[in-house]
């Protein structure tokens, strides 16, 4: 059965103080790795697209990795306004296309 | 705006009501989804559509629950006898195509009293 895990639940950061957020996951045959955001009430906001081991992709201060079993987001140098619940998914051979989701991680940078 | 949209956004209703939520996609997206989020919880899938067929349906999805999307546009989800266990954030997406990143609308927050 496809799962996703993520770690920790949540996390608090200092303004500037550089981190990351880990997603593990089991899937038959990876079709995609999936980060995004979501604030409090709303839907979730698309981040980035990862198809295969080794594939970085980097938006502001945000960096995401994969490997054939974990991705990472990386945050550098974080603001108050990165914070926000981080879900990553994975979506498998299905042709469905559904996404398989983690409980996310609740990030707070205080200032 | 060419994004997802979804009404209503809040809905409060007493148990044992029937609410019906709608969705209206990205214009040339022929894929929809639905899923369930409950607090601090990933959302959760539902059903999804192909154009104006329904192809898959999760078990999360009993008998009180039924989805449409005529002619391929928008979609409606409707839940008969609602329950409390029902109070959650639905969520519709689209996309186009198996492969591609799936964009999120708002939600519909339903709160079952």
């Known amino acids: 059965e496809d799962q996703v895990t993520q770690s920790p639940e949540a996390l608090r950061l200092q303004e500037g103080e550089s981190s990351s957020l880990n997603c593990s996951y089991t899937v038959s045959g990876l079709r995609g790795l999936f980060w995004y955001r979501q604030d409090p009430g709303k839907g979730p906001e698309f981040l980035f697209t990862?198809?295969?081991a080794g594939e970085e992709k980097e938006k502001e201060r945000l960096k995401a990795t994969l490997t054939k079993k974990e991705s990472f987001l990386h945050i550098t140098a974080p603001k108050p306004e990165d914070s926000a619940t981080y879900l990553c998914?994975?979506?498998?051979?299905?042709?469905?296309?559904?996404?398989?989701f983690g409980q996310g991680t609740t990030l707070q940078v205080k200032p | 705006d060419t994004g997802v949209s979804q009404d209503p956004r809040h809905k409060i209703t007493k148990r044992g009501q029937n609410v019906t939520f709608r969705c209206d996609p990205i214009?040339?997206?022929?894929?929809l989804y639905w899923y369930r989020q409950t607090l601090g919880q990933g959302p959760e899938f539902l059903t999804y559509?192909?154009?104006?067929?329904?192809?898959?349906k999760s078990r999360l999805l009993s008998d009180r629950f039924s989805a449409e999307r005529p002619k391929g546009s928008f979609s409606t989800l409707e839940i008969q006898r609602t329950e409390q266990g029902d109070s959650a954030m639905y969520l519709c997406?689209?996309?186009?195509?198996?492969?591609?990143?799936?964009?999120f609308g708002p939600g519909t927050r339903l709160t079952v009293l």
């Open positions: 998914a994975v979506k498998g051979s299905s042709n469905t296309g559904k996404l398989i």
């Open positions: 990862l198809y295969s």
């Open positions: 997406a689209s996309t186009q195509g198996a492969g591609n990143e799936q964009f």
């Open positions: 214009s040339e997206h022929n894929r």
């Open positions: 559509f192909q154009n104006e067929a329904q192809l898959e």
